[in-house]
């Protein structure tokens, strides 16, 4: 027990209640912690000098007021529940979520298919032959053997123009708009046009990095530039190559007008490649990079957290050097880099080519659960169609016209499916198709027919 705890031997108080009361006050204060374990009877009694009965009294009223637990073998610890646990809300989901049979929320977690040998393959490597120096606080924008693989890699598979000095490694997108909420002030930027439907946290984030997020609508072709246009903004956010929900690509007409309101109007596009790498419609190549139409004027994003795993916190971007000097100047305020043991495995990972063969499964997988989610949708919700390429981990199913999107989410929980409806991702409320968002990559074969046939039983009753 910490040095904290003393008993006064001529007090009133004896010295059995002195102990719970200290005991008592440390858990109400949140230094003692549900499970933690105390020390034995006999060395909290040598430590304190009194008589070991003292502390094994002490003990027992607290066992017997619900304070403490004794456990066989293991001695006495704080209980693991006092009252009811606080639900902390985050960044990532604004609540509790239910324990359903089947989750179908994009991003769900448990993501199985991590490469759990090839990164540890990886990270030893990189371990047996960092130097003393790969030790140190890392670069603030990455360590340098990292930068260069991403910029062979991102040209290569997405793309994407850039030296490895315009690159910089980062925790994953959320800190690239972190950073963005401070260094596009600096460029006389206050708003973020913003695609709508979008990410719904995202906007919200946005906002509480000190931008005005401004909704832009979106279509079977992507983002509507003349909207932008008109809105006046100076910077966009899009997810040009598989928009974020609806699943489709920007079309090149509108590639090229985005482009061109860049160069016209001296604006910043930001290019979140939210899911680069993750590609598998046959015939039809994953449209390259929009940082190649206007280099100049596109921060790139990319992130590990669809191919590899959220929990890395590992992105990067590639900038022009007007954006990338405050986006450093910003990144310094901020932390200190990232963890350059995993930058340095991450680097060996992409050098080895184990990275292009785990992309090469993935996509196959993910190929597979798709045709098996087209195929549940052709047979369980008529009507219904499964939109743009296949591609991510995702893809948005419409729904017939007059169906009741709310009723079917509802529904589709009363038996055990949980999925998100598009009004989710909409700015404002009764807007936009009924349609579902639905993360397939997680589920067994088998998991995605039962939740779609599922889906399929509730369907009929919710149509209007
Ligand atoms: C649209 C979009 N952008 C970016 C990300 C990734 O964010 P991060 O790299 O911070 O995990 C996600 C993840 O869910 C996403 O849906």
Not at 14 to 19: A, D, K, N, V
């Amino acid at each position: 027990m910490h040095v904290a705890m003393r008993v006064v031997r001529d007090s009133d108080v004896p010295l059995t209640s002195q102990i719970q009361r200290f005991i008592k006050s440390e858990v109400a204060a949140g230094v003692l912690h549900p499970g933690s374990r105390l020390p034995s009877s006999r060395s909290l009694a040598d430590e304190l000098g009194v008589s070991r009965s003292v502390v094994v009294e002490a003990y027992g009223q607290l066992v017997a007021e619900g304070y403490l637990e004794a456990v066989q073998g293991a001695g006495t610890r704080v209980v693991r529940h006092l009252g009811p646990e606080p639900v902390v809300p985050t960044l990532l989901d604004d609540g509790r979520v239910p324990d359903v049979r089947w989750d179908l929320r994009p991003g769900a977690p448990a993501f199985p298919h991590f490469p759990r040998r090839d990164w540890l393959t990886s990270y030893q490597r990189a371990l047996q032959s960092a130097d003393p120096a790969d030790h140190d606080y890392p670069p603030p924008a990455g360590v340098p053997a990292l930068r260069v693989e991403l910029a062979h890699y991102l040209g290569r598979v997405c793309g994407v123009p850039g030296t490895p000095d315009q690159i910089m490694v980062v925790a994953g997108f959320a800190q690239t708009l972190g950073l963005l909420g401070a260094a596009l002030p600096e460029l006389g930027v206050d708003a973020l046009g913003m695609e709508n439907p979008g990410h719904p946290r995202q906007r919200r984030f946005v906002r509480e990095c000190g931008l005005r997020p401004v909704p832009l609508p979106v279509d079977a072709e992507g983002i509507d530039v003349s909207a932008l246009r008109a809105s006046g903004v100076r910077a966009v956010l899009v997810t040009p190559a598989h928009q974020y929900p609806t699943g489709v690509t920007l079309s090149a007409r509108r590639r090229a007008e985005l482009a061109a309101w860049a160069r016209e109007t001296g604006g910043w596009i930001v290019e979140d490649d939210y899911d680069g790498g993750l590609w598998y419609e046959r015939g039809t190549p994953r449209p390259l990079a929009l940082r190649r139409l206007a280099p100049d004027h596109v921060v790139y994003a990319g992130t590990a957290s669809k191919t590899l795993a959220p929990g890395l916190r590992l992105g990067w971007l590639a900038a022009p050097p007007a954006v990338l000097d405050p986006l450093l100047r910003a990144r310094a305020r901020h932390d200190l880099g990232t963890d350059s043991l995993a930058q340095l495995a991450f680097a060996e990972f992409l050098r080895s080519g184990l990275y292009d063969r785990h992309l090469r499964r993935l996509n196959s997988l993910c190929r597979d659960r798709r045709q098996v989610l087209e195929a549940a949708v052709r047979r369980h919700l008529p009507g219904a169609v499964v939109l743009g390429p296949a591609a991510g981990l995702h893809a948005c199913i419409r729904l017939p016209p007059r169906t009741d999107e709310a009723a079917l989410v509802a529904g589709a929980l009363r038996r055990s499916v949980l999925v998100r409806g598009a009004a989710a991702f909409h700015a404002r409320a009764g807007e936009g198709a009924p349609a579902l968002v639905v993360g397939h990559a997680q589920l067994p074969r088998t998991g995605i027919e039962e939740a779609i046939a599922e889906l399929g039983k509730v369907l009929g009753k919710v149509l209007g």
